[in-house]
């Protein structure tokens, strides 16, 4: 074959290829329309995301061509396809407004084929819309890597009756700094963020705008808008996806102190998750008053062998007493476990308080 003949035929096996995948897509669909016309039928719930975990973990594994992660992606999308033929277009709230962090992370747990994305103006709004069926599932933040856990979510999910942890997922947060077009680092006298983005960045605000003024907004998205607003001496902290959607610039990338800086998202709703075999479940407990019994506590844990991921206390504000604590704790294993259930049931012994969050599929790192 001569180099004028190999590029066309290279292109003809690839069409080739591509009708195959498309006849193979269609037929994939229409199992997938079969399946949940049985749910249907069956007063099943349609969506059933330890399967998708499943589906997910068994296409992505490494040592293939392809990166696991470009294929995940790819599988979203095909799922997301699929319950969209089905009319399941599916709503997903997030903490705005639209080019927040949150936003990135509801984009790349969710498919953007068979879902729709509501950005709301607080966590208050979005777990409201949740309560009422307005929406689906949400996204918010709950901990960050070098400022620690969001207390509102603990809150609110404490207050919840209904809603549960159903998912999380781990996002790099590089910030930028964010300008009006045209406008340089020596116009700028007035700096705008949310408290997170200007604690992870203060070492580059020392060393870069001493003198600048430094205001606060409840997020990185609504910093940028007001930054452009108020013109080329105003500047904002926030991520790449808020400034392309307000045609500002960035002169500043990545300017975040610590290079690991890194948010971790929940995935709120409704639905109770199956075991994946990879769970993480989170608690809050409040103990009894008397000697030794966060130490009765813990060494539950320790005696089934259950690994705590995280353990912070905070006062008990839905309590009438004073200086009484809330323990809010993440663990590895699901609350259908045989050791989790039986080490619940001795917690419980130790405590006045008891409620299970979720046990849900931990993010992959």
Known sequence: MSDEEKLPS??????????????????RAAVAKEI???????GLPVRDWSREMEVLHRVSKPHRLLDPA??????????????????????VGYLGPEGTFCEIAARDFFSDAGNVFVPYDSNWQLFRALEAG?????????????QGTERETIDLLLDSPTIKICGEIEVKVHQNLIVNPGAKEMDVTAIYSHPQAIAQTRKYLREHFPDAKIKETFSTSSAVRQ?????????????ELAAKYNGMEIIGHAIEDNPNNQTRFIIIGKIAMRPTGRDRTS????????????????????????NLTKIESRPARHLP?????????????????????????????HTIFLKILGSYPMAKS
């Open 70 to 91: 470009d294929i995940e992606k790819i599988y979203k999308e095909i799922m997301g396809a699929c319950r969209r033929l089905e009319n399941l277009e599916e709503k």
């Open 36 to 42: 949940g016309e049985y749910k249907k039928s069956k």
């Open 321 to 349: 007493e004073i200086w009484q604590y809330n323990f809010y704790t993440d663990f590895e294993g699901h609350v259908d476990d045989a050791r989790v259930k039986t080490a619940m049931d001795e917690l419980r012994s």
């Open 134 to 146: 307005t929406i689906d599932y949400g996204v918010t933040p709950v901990e960050n890597s070098t």
């Open 10 to 27: 290279l292109r003809k096996k690839i069409s080739a290829i591509d009708e195959d995948i498309l006849r193979l897509l269609e037929k």
């Open 283 to 306: 608690i809050i407990f409040t103990l009894k008053h008397e000697p030794g019994s966060l130490f009765h506590a813990l060494e539950v844990f320790s005696r089934h062998s259950i």
């Open 227 to 239: 930054a452009k607003e108020a013109g080329k001496s105003c500047a904002a902290i926030g991520s």
